[in-house]
Structure formats: C-alpha cells, structure tokens
C-alpha cells in the first residue's frame, strides 16, 4: 500500500508540471490562436492555415496531458479518503497510484523534449552489418521492435524502402513514423545494435555476434523550410522487385533518387542515393523522396549544430551518431544500453517493443544536457 509521503509527491509533481508548462498561460494562448482562425479568408491560404491549427493542437496537447494528470491525482487523494472508511480496496488505492504515476511520468519525460526537430516524425533506416544470413535476421528482429513500439504508440508507420535478405531476414529498410515527438523519444536509438546469441544458421550451434545500424533522422514536414537545389537532383526509376500482384517487375513505378550536395561548413561532397518503392504510383513515390531527401538535409544541419555544441560542453555527452549503443545477449537474458547503464532481462519484452525504460533513461540521463545547451 501507498504512503502518505507517496501520496503527498504526487500532488507536489502535478503542482510543479502546471508550473513548468505554463499551463494557465497555455489556455489563453489558445483562445487567442482560435480567434485567429475565425477571418473570413483563413483557409484561402492552405498552408499557413495548416501551421495555425498545428500551433492550436500543440497547445491543447499540452493542456490535456496536465488535465489527466490533474484528475488521476484528485482521484487518488479521493481514493485514499475512500479506504479510511472502508469503501476501497488497498488494491484499488495502489492500482490508481501506479495509473498516476505513469501519467506524471510520461508528461514530465515528454516536457523534456525542447528542441525544434524532437517534435517532428522520424525516417527509421536500418542496415544489416557484416555476417550474412544471422545479420540480415537480426535486421529484421530489429525492424519488427521498432514497428511494435511505434504500433503500441499509436504512431503512423509506412515502409519506404525493404531489401529482403538472400536467404531470410533484410539487407535493409526505411521506415515514415509520423506523429508527435517520434523524434524526440527514437532518437537515443541512434547507432550500432549487437546481437549475441545461439544462432539457429549456424549448423555448430555456436554462440555468435551480430550487428546492424540504426539511423534516426527527423521526417520534416510542411512547417520546414529545407532548400533543395533542383539543379543537383537527378532520378532514376527500376521495376520494383519481392512478392507482390501483377504490377511488380513489370511498371518501373520504384525511383532513385541522386542529389549532389555539399557541406557548407566543411566543403566536403558527397552524393545523398534515396531509393523509395512505397506505392506502385511513381510520382508519389518521387514525392516519397523528396521528403526524406529534405529530411536528411535538415538532419545534416542538426548534427552540425550538436558538433559545435559539443566543442563548447567539451565535458559532456559526446554525439556520437555511429557508435555502438545497445547489446542484447538472448542466452544470458540480458540488454543492456552503454550509454546510461540501463539493462533489463525481460528480453522477449524489449523484441517485442518494450523501449520504454531504455528511451526514459537516455533522456533522463542527456536530454538536461541539451536543455542547458
């Protein structure tokens, strides 16, 4: 059963959360955005009519997370009046407190996303490492937790692009996820998974290691201004392959796309390659890769902006964005994060979306860094 101290932080956590967000100040900020969509010509002008109705639910996002808080806490103190008198189970009391605290938690974690791009969707690209066969599997496994969570989180998925492995698993894919802060919360999944485990295409049953890597990018919407060049773009279209109905090999609705771009900071040229089969409809898939191209571009200044930061908070959480992150040991019942320490022997449960805790300690743990930034 709960204590009194529990009861009382839990009040105090609410109290600090309507002060942090401004909560007071939110609510007239949304009377005063509404009124702006009431001219008669607000919705001649689709896209800044877009921007204000987003600016609208941002607010009121924010207002109904402290709402349920607010309730879940009046609820509980009710609830811990009821069991003086005998009208609630301990049970009960401790089920609310647990529902209470998970609302607290998620509003305080999601408080911690402050930057521009956390708010944004995410272009999710995983790549099998070197090892054939156990490395394009375990791409896959990684493919399919990620999927899970975004699907346990009420987000948006779309495959852009699947390579399928030669034997089993995939070589590659590039997954949309759109939705409110998918950013802020994929992004601590950044760099090198290591699988060790038993492998079943081993024919010794020997114990052996894995690695694939993950690349979180922003998906940048309308709101976004990128500039693209369209003198250093160029297209190609193939025959999408893999299973599919009459259209595959047969229409070249798949397009590659080529940019040319060159760092404005190092003078450094590389060519940005984008391959995208999301639809048997090539110009929406052209618009497909356009929008991760413009991803990609905005990422690219976003790591610029983490470099300098990181050459003045010298002591700091270092970026990165390569480096190996997470193992998951199947036979020792063990994932372990190396960047905060955090690990778990629930193994089924992180393969099958469980990222939370993994996701909760890397902010905690660097997101006050970026803050101070």
Known sequence: MITQEQLKETSERRDALKRYLDIDNKKIQVEEEELRTHVPDFWEHP??????????????SWIKGYEEVDKAVGEL?????????????????????????????????????????????????????????????????????????????????????????????IKSCTINVEGDFAYGYLKSENGVHRLVRVSPYNAQGKRMTSFASVFVTPLVDDTIEVKV???????????????????????????????????????????????????????KNKENALRQLRSILYDKELQHRLQEQAKVEAGKMKIEWGSQIRSYVFDDRRVKDHRTGHQTADVNGVMDGDLDPFIKAYLMEFAGNDEEK
């Open 77 to 169: 103190e009710l609830a811990w009046d009821f069991l003086k008198e005998g009208l609630v189970e301990e049970a009960e009391l401790d089920q609310n407190y647990a529902t209470c605290m998970e609302l607290i938690e998620n509003l305080e974690l999601k408080n911690m996303l402050r930057r521009e791009e956390d708010k944004l969707g995410v272009v999710l690209k995983i790549n099998s490492g070197a090892g054939g066969t156990e490395s394009q599997d375990w791409a896959q496994m990684l493919m399919r937790m990620y999927l899970r969570w975004c699907e346990s989180h009420g987000y948006k998925t779309s495959m852009a692009n699947l390579l399928e492995g030669d034997e089993a698993g």
């Open 47 to 60: 896209k800044e009519a877009q921007i204000q109705m987003k600016k609208i639910k941002d607010l009121q």
């Open 229 to 283: 060049e369209p003198a250093l773009l160029s297209w190609d279209t193939f025959r999408s392959g893999g299973a599919g109905g009459q259209n595959v090999n047969k229409v070249e609705s798949g397009v590659r796309l080529r940019y040319q771009f060159t760092d404005p900071y190092t003078g450094e040229h590389e060519e940005i390659l984008i391959e995208n089969t999301e639809t048997r409809d090539q110009p």
